[in-house]
């Protein structure tokens, strides 16, 4: 799992984002799953929790990042996990993490992601230090890992930014309904080069032509080979040019040295190098009525806002108005409405 933190000063910026239809409308029906202290009244709809959070950032105008929003992902060879599955990790995330009484929310738009987004300031204008909130959220990832059955990142993948897809991959894959090519790729070289161990460069090149890889060699003028681009049949530009990567944009641990060093059967950096398994368990998606029907995978609690006193929901009420003009005014400026 993979935990990816940003911090701002926008409640309602973000919350339009995550249940927006994304940058290349990649976002399917983006719902709140879990969350605490906040009004959490309808799933579909971000403006009250957004607004509530707003109000409690107010009480601390010093503070000029008051948002805490961090997403996490599952291994592409994880199972996809049901909306009840996310809020027990969100839930357990936040408590590790020292976020507990503060308010916060889970979305869910995709399906081997959620972001949470909390505030830092809580109902009594205290404030969440977010120092060392990085190695934190590390430590979290591994216990939620080993908790719930998920994919470890490896030395491998910690170093080698596994399976670094980029957000137009994912795009066209979703499009085509099929695994981005680079992911494919990245599969492939791993199997081959886990059958070339020993092998030598003529393995190696045998192995990977075998999976349907795509590979050219680079070479120094005395033919020393210093590493390999590598592409798939089909994977090809809109000009229709073929996308060729060096072997270490697929994946780090697939760079030539230390592909050369397991062909010749010897040790990188004192140990052998480690791969990912290949997925053994059956990714399977959740029925799409049953998600509906769902609603609210954990129970909201009752938010603290709405039992303060009058002057404090007065001032929620304002911030609730104000979004509702800046969204209708959004909406108004929207091509065809």
């Known amino acids: 799992m993979i935990g990816k933190i940003r911090k701002g000063a926008n409640f309602t910026g973000l919350a339009r984002y995550l249940y927006g239809q994304g940058r290349r409308e990649e976002h399917a029906d983006p719902r709140t799953i879990t969350g605490d202290g906040a009004l959490l009244d309808d799933p579909r709809q971000w403006h009250t929790w957004a607004a509530d959070m707003t109000f409690y950032a107010s009480r601390r105008p010093d503070i000029t990042r008051p948002v805490w929003h961090c997403s996490l992902r599952t291994a592409p060879q994880d199972p996809l996990l049901d909306d009840n599955q996310w809020a027990a990790i969100a839930a357990q995330h936040i408590e590790t993490m020292g976020l507990a009484g503060h308010p916060w929310v889970a979305v869910r738009h995709g399906d081997d992601h959620i972001h949470i987004v909390a505030c830092r300031i809580d109902a009594h204008g205290r404030l969440w230090r977010d120092s060392h909130d990085y190695a934190r959220s590390m430590r ?39 695994t981005p090519q680079r992911v494919q790729l990245r599969e492939a070289m791993h199997a081959a080069r886990t059958a070339a161990a020993g092998a030598g460069r003529a393995g190696w090149e045998h192995q990977l032509a075998a999976r349907g890889v795509l590979f050219a ?57 480690q791969t990912l398994p290949d997925g053994g368990r059956q990714r399977t998606r959740p029925d799409p009525a049953t998600t509906a029907r769902q609603g609210f995978a954990a129970p909201p609690k009752v938010p603290v806002v709405t039992r303060g006193d009058a002057e404090e929901l007065l001032t929620v009420l304002r911030i609730r108005l104000g979004q509702w003009r800046n969204d209708h005014q959004h909406q108004r400026r929207q091509p065809g409405r």
Not at 149 to 174: P, S
Not at 222 to 234: E, F, H, K, M, W
Not at 256 to 267: D, I, K, M, N
């Open 140 to 178: 979290s990832c591994r216990q939620l890992e080993r908790d719930h059955d998920l994919t470890a990142l490896t030395q491998d993948r910690r170093t080698g930014r596994y399976a670094t897809t980029t957000a137009g991959e994912r795009a066209r894959a979703a499009r085509l309904g099929q």
């Open 217 to 273: 060699a680079s070479t120094t003028r005395d033919g020393t080979v210093i590493g390999y681009r590598v592409s798939l049949l089909g994977w090809v530009d809109a000009g229709g040019e073929q996308v060729w990567l060096k072997a270490s944009q697929v994946d780090r641990a697939l760079s030539w040295p230390r592909v050369r060093a397991e062909l010749h059967g010897e040790r990188v950096d004192g140990r052998h190098d």
